[in-house]
């Protein structure tokens, strides 16, 4: 069975600072892992996703998140913040085989100060 | 714009009640899945169709059913309605396994 857990529920930072969203997953199989984003009133958005081809992968408005498989994690950064960056950020996972839905993390809700 | 209609928008309704939720996936997606959404669960995962067939079960309630249509949208039933169901329920869709979700905008459910 895969599990996600997103450390930290809510990170606040100054604008035009690093973005770091923690996430660990737990897989028995190799993973499909991806970055979704909510903002207020909409469904959640596709920010990245992680295949196997390519360990650092570039996602959507700045983000990259860098799959590390002897740490078991999948961090979501961006090197300088935005006012509109602030939302909440979900760290998912499936099964690369076999036929799992996403399971999510609790989700990170990200402050973005001025 | 996912290209995932979900409909309505808001549903306020009272304990006991039987409501439907309806979701049109993006044109091509063969796969419909529908989440809850709730601030002390997060997002749990109900009940995925492929093709107009079953093809995972999540933490769906007896009283919740799905199905999904020939035309390939789906319609999520919850009956017996309690205070607790009150949440957002979200649809996605996708083409095959391993393909991202996409997203609907949800579905505000108010039980009172």
């Known amino acids: 069975a895969q599990s996600v857990t997103q450390l930290g529920s809510h990170v606040s930072v100054s604008e035009g600072a690093l973005v770091l969203l923690r996430c660990n997953y737990s897989?028995?199989?190799?993973?499909?892992l991806f970055w979704y984003v909510q903002y207020p009133n909409q469904g959640l958005q596709l920010l990245l996703k992680?295949?196997?081809?390519?360990?650092l992968v570039k996602g959507i408005n700045g983000f990259e998140a860098e799959f590390k498989k002897s740490e078991t994690s999948f961090h979501l950064t961006k090197p300088s913040a935005h006012m509109s960056d602030a939302a909440e950020y979900f760290c998912?996972?499936?099964?690369?085989?076999?036929?799992?839905?996403?399971?999510f993390g609790k989700g990170t809700r990200l402050s973005v100060i001025a | 714009d996912s290209g995932v209609t979900q409909t309505p928008k808001h549903l306020i309704t009272a304990t006991g009640q039987r409501v439907t939720l309806r979701c049109s996936p993006r044109?091509?997606?063969?796969?419909v899945y529908w989440y809850q959404q709730s601030l002390d669960q997060g997002l749990q995962f109900l009940i995925q169709?492929?093709?107009?067939?079953?093809?995972a079960k999540g933490n769906i309630l007896e009283r919740f059913s799905a199905q999904q249509f020939p035309d390939l949208h789906s319609e999520l039933n919850l009956s017996s309605l309690e205070l607790g169901d009150s949440a957002l329920y979200f649809c996605?869709?996708?083409?095959?396994?391993?393909?991202?979700?996409?997203f609907g905008n949800g579905t505000r459910l108010t039980v009172t």
């Open positions: 992680y295949t196997s081809a390519a360990t």
């Open positions: 897989s028995s199989v190799p993973p499909y």
């Open positions: 169709y492929y093709n107009g067939e079953e093809r």
């Open positions: 998912a996972v499936s099964a690369y085989s076999g036929n799992t839905p996403l399971v």
């Open positions: 044109s091509g997606d063969l796969s």
């Open positions: 996605a869709s996708s083409h095959e396994q391993g393909s991202p979700l996409h």
